[in-house]
């Protein structure tokens, strides 16, 4: 019996970053290079990202209350906080965004309560601390206490397919398991000035946003949608290894990704796709008019633009992934939920659309979902 995405719900914190003032800010430090301050403009300028949300309220160009962390407003410098001061503000973040989007989730399904839920799987990369966030929303939430609790870490943006896959496989083996998945990526305290391409680019790109999913083995009550998840799959690109990865340093967590990542993309992303069609090679034949929607993870313009013509996809195909790219930026792993929301929760012409999904990640990771919008 396949499993059911019942519902996607988001939770964001509410700094918004206008990405015209941060491109100033950001432009603006005394240490950059001629060629850095030009980098920077290029980079917001052309990252197709209007706002982003934040939790470090000082990015939006305020002046805070007390001694600055992040962002001295009144001397115009960003500042180099430590890893461990980075990793204390995604603890107090993380903790409310996490519980947020469980409990939204939740409350969204009203034939489910707490006391339903039998496992919990909880993904982020950009902080850490134990009890986690698994434990988190078993306690805040009143959910059994003897939940299945799992932790899917430090896998960078593909990370909700593994968290999707096991979700599956636990209501596979039991058709009463009731998955709640909880995405929360709290990436801008890593942030920083530099004249590097690749940090440039996670700075003009990466925003902080929560996504939670319940996944049955029933395909909940009639009149309301859902996400059959009929295929889930995963491929390593056979080059890519330097061109995308996630560090830890002295001065938070360091992104690399680099200019090639996009042309990687357009070579091998057809050869990923195989294993996920392979049951139903019919799809391959004509892919943008065999599936109707597509959730591609907007990791930046640029890899949207790859996919869109290498696939031969419409514009309005790609709406969805594009509009979160403009409204959020790049959230990392929870950034296809929010994608495959919008297409969970849009009007459907038809009973049962397909719709495919995929993000990339270090690796360079493919991670690929077939799915079937049910309209009921």
């Given amino acids: 019996m396949p499993a059911h995405v019942r519902t996607i719900q988001t939770a964001v914190p509410p700094t918004i970053l206008d990405q015209s003032v941060a491109r100033e800010i950001f432009a603006s430090q005394d240490g950059l290079t001629r060629l850095g301050?030009?980098?920077?403009?290029?980079?917001?300028?052309?990252?197709?990202?209007?706002?982003?949300?934040?939790?470090?309220?000082?990015?939006?160009?305020?002046?805070?209350?007390?001694?600055?962390?992040?962002?001295?407003?009144?001397?115009?410098?960003?500042?180099?906080?430590?890893?461990?001061?980075?990793?204390?503000?995604?603890?107090?973040?993380?903790?409310?965004?996490?519980?947020?989007?469980?409990?939204?989730?939740?409350?969204?399904?009203a034939e489910i309560e707490a006391s339903d839920v039998t496992h919990?799987?909880?993904?982020?990369?950009?902080?850490?601390?134990?009890?986690?966030?698994?434990?988190?929303?078993?306690?805040?939430?009143?959910?059994?206490?003897?939940?299945?609790?799992?932790?899917?870490?430090?896998?960078?943006?593909?990370?909700?397919?593994?968290?999707?896959?096991?979700?599956?496989?636990?209501?596979e083996a039991d058709p009463r398991a009731v998955v709640l998945i909880v995405s929360c990526e709290v990436c801008t305290i890593h942030v920083r000035s530099s004249n590097d391409p690749d940090q440039i680019v996670a700075s003009s790109v990466f925003g902080d946003g929560a996504a939670a999913a319940i996944v049955t083995a029933a395909p909940g009550p009639a009149g309301t949608p859902t996400l059959r998840i009929d295929k889930l799959a995963s491929e390593l690109t056979p080059v890519g290894e330097e061109d995308m990865a996630w560090t830890i340093g002295d001065t938070g967590f360091e992104m690399v990704l680099s200019a090639a990542v996009p042309k990687i993309i357009d070579t091998y992303i057809r050869p990923a796709l195989e294993p996920l069609l392979v049951d139903e090679p019919w799809l391959a034949e004509d892919l943008p008019n065999r599936i109707a929607r597509w959730a591609i993870h907007p990791g930046g313009r640029s890899i949207l633009d790859k996919v869109q013509s290498t696939l031969g996809l419409s514009v309005e195909q790609l709406t969805p992934s594009r509009r979160i790219l403009r409204d959020y930026g790049n959230m990392s792993s929870a950034t296809v939920l929010f994608v495959l929301k919008e297409i969970l929760q849009s009007p459907g012409d038809v009973s049962e659309e397909r719709v495919c999904a995929m993000a990339f990640g270090p690796g360079l990771t493919v991670e690929t979902g077939l799915f079937t919008r049910v309209d009921r």
Avoid: W
Avoid at 135 to 149: D, F, M, P
């Fill in 37 to 109: 301050e030009r980098l920077v403009r290029t980079s917001f300028d052309v990252s197709g990202i209007d706002t982003r949300h934040t939790v470090v309220e000082e990015l939006d160009g305020s002046t805070p209350v007390g001694e600055p962390t992040f962002y001295d407003a009144a001397a115009g410098a960003l500042l180099a906080p430590s890893t461990r001061t980075r990793n204390e503000v995604y603890i107090e973040a993380a903790r409310t965004l996490f519980v947020d989007a469980a409990r939204r989730a939740l409350d969204d399904c």
């Fill in 120 to 171: 919990v799987v909880t993904v982020s990369c950009t902080g850490f601390y134990s009890p986690g966030p698994d434990y988190e929303i078993v306690r805040k939430l009143g959910l059994a206490t003897g939940t299945q609790r799992y932790h899917i870490g430090f896998m960078g943006c593909y990370g909700a397919f593994p968290a999707l896959r096991a979700a599956a496989a636990f209501c």
